[in-house]
C-alpha cells in the first residue's frame, strides 16, 4: 500500500500522484486498474443562505475535483482496460430541504457517469457510481460546535431583508434539522464497502450500486413514481 497525499482541488498533487502511480505499477502491469472517485465536502443549508464562496468550494471537491481526477488517470485506466468509479448518494433525487446544493452537485456526476460510460464503452473501460443511502458516522466529522459556527457565519452573511423574512427561528429550527448528523450512531458501513469492493474486483460490474437502506427506497419509490402531493404529505 502506498499512502499519497491528495487534494482533488490541487493540479499539482493530482500530477505528483498520477506519476507516483506510474512509478508503483507492478512489472508487467499495462496501467491502473481502477479510480475510485470518494472525495466530498457537504454544503448543507437553504440554497439562498450558502454563502458563494461555500457553494465554490463543493463544487470543487464535489464536482470539478472528481472530473479533473478522472481526466489525468483516465489514459492508465484505459491502458489497463480498467474502469472509473464514482461515490454519489441514493438520495440525490430525491427533493429535501438544506441540502440542496450537496445533492445537485451529487446527480451533476451521475449524469457526467452516464455520459462517461458511453464514450469509453468501445476502450472497454467500465464506469460505475456507488449511491449509497444517507451515510452518518456519529461525531466523527461533524459536531454540533461546527454546526452552530458555521450557522452563525451563514446568519451574519444574510442580508437584513432575508433575516426579516426567514426570522430567527425559523432559521434555527432548519440547523437544528442537522443535528441528526452528529447525534446518530455510527453507521454500518459493510453494504457500501461491499459495493465498493464489487464495483472494484467484479469481471462484469453493474452500472449503479445503492446500498440503501428499507426505509430510503421507500421514499425514493415515491419520489420516482407517485405525484409530488403525495411525497410532500408523507415526508415534508
Known amino acids: 500500500m502506498h499512502v499519497l497525499q491528495l487534494d482533488v482541488t490541487n493540479e499539482t498533487q493530482i500530477l505528483a500522484a498520477s506519476l507516483s502511480v506510474v512509478e508503483h505499477l507492478p512489472d508487467g502491469a499495462h496501467g491502473l486498474w481502477a479510480v475510485v472517485n470518494a472525495a466530498s465536502w457537504v454544503a448543507l443549508g437553504e440554497i439562498e443562505w450558502i ?36 461515490m454519489t448518494s441514493g438520495l440525490c433525487r430525491v427533493a429535501d430541504p438544506v441540502r440542496g446544493i450537496h445533492c445537485g452537485l451529487l446527480a451533476a456526476i451521475e449524469s457526467e457517469a452516464e455520459c462517461l460510460r458511453k464514450e469509453l464503452r468501445s476502450r472497454g473501460v467500465d464506469v460505475v457510481v456507488v449511491a449509497p443511502g444517507e451515510l452518518t458516522s456519529g461525531n466523527t466529522w461533524v459536531s454540533d460546535q461546527i454546526i452552530l459556527s458555521q450557522a452563525k457565519d451563514m446568519w451574519k452573511q444574510l442580508c437584513q431583508e432575508q433575516r426579516l423574512e426567514y426570522g430567527e427561528k425559523y432559521f434555527e429550527t432548519a440547523i437544528r434539522s442537522l443535528e441528526k448528523y452528529s447525534k446518530s450512531p455510527e453507521t454500518d458501513l459493510a453494504p457500501v464497502l461491499k459495493a465498493l ?40
Open 51 to 86: 454563502p458563494l464562496q461555500v457553494i465554490k468550494k463543493a463544487t470543487e471537491i464535489n464536482f470539478l475535483g472528481a472530473t479533473r481526477v478522472t481526466q489525468i488517470m483516465l489514459p492508465l485506466v484505459r491502458r489497463a482496460r480498467g474502469r472509473i468509479i464514482y
Open 197 to 236: 469492493n464489487d464495483a472494484v474486483t467484479r469481471t462484469f460490474p453493474m452500472i449503479k450500486y445503492t446500498p440503501i437502506s428499507r426505509q430510503e427506497k421507500m421514499k425514493a419509490f415515491v419520489a420516482d413514481y407517485f405525484p409530488r402531493a403525495v411525497y410532500d404529505l408523507v415526508y415534508s
